[in-house]
Nanobody, 114 residues
Framework: QVQLVESGGGLVQAGGSLRLSCVVS????????MAWYRQAPGKQRELVAS???????TYADSVKGRFTISRDNAKNTVYLQMNSLKPEDTGVYYC????????WGQGTQVIVSS
């Protein structure tokens, strides 16, 4: 079965950086688009960034220029480098295959303090 395991979250001051990791099992990562999502309390989950199997990247306007999504197919891992963090970036971050309907992982919590 497909497994999505996120890690790397934590508490950080505004302006700081974190790198999130998502280890994917049970699918061929090299042929899949992947994405990062986040969900703040009381709000819907939103798309943050995506990367196609060919390496094309897209970002939400709110994070463009600050976040970078990347992938290492040999390690079955997708990353999200998060720089210049803002309090509005606070939330639980998840990875998944976009619009796949796969079950969500546990996510990793990011808290950005002011």
């Amino acid at each position: 079965q497909v497994q999505l395991v996120e890690s790397g979250g934590g508490l950080v001051q505004a302006g700081g950086s974190l790198r999130l990791s998502c280890v994917v099992s049970g699918i061929s990562l090299s042929v899949m688009s992947m994405a990062w999502y986040r969900q703040a309390p009381g709000k819907q989950r939103e798309l943050v960034a995506s990367i196609t199997n060919g390496g094309t990247r897209t970002y939400a306007d709110s994070v463009k220029g600050r976040f970078t999504i990347s992938r290492d197919n040999a390690k079955n891992t997708v990353y999200l480098q998060m720089n210049s963090l803002k309090p509005e970036d606070t939330g639980v971050y998840y990875c998944n295959v976009p619009r796949s309907g796969l079950a969500w992982g546990q996510g990793t919590q990011v808290i950005v303090s002011s």
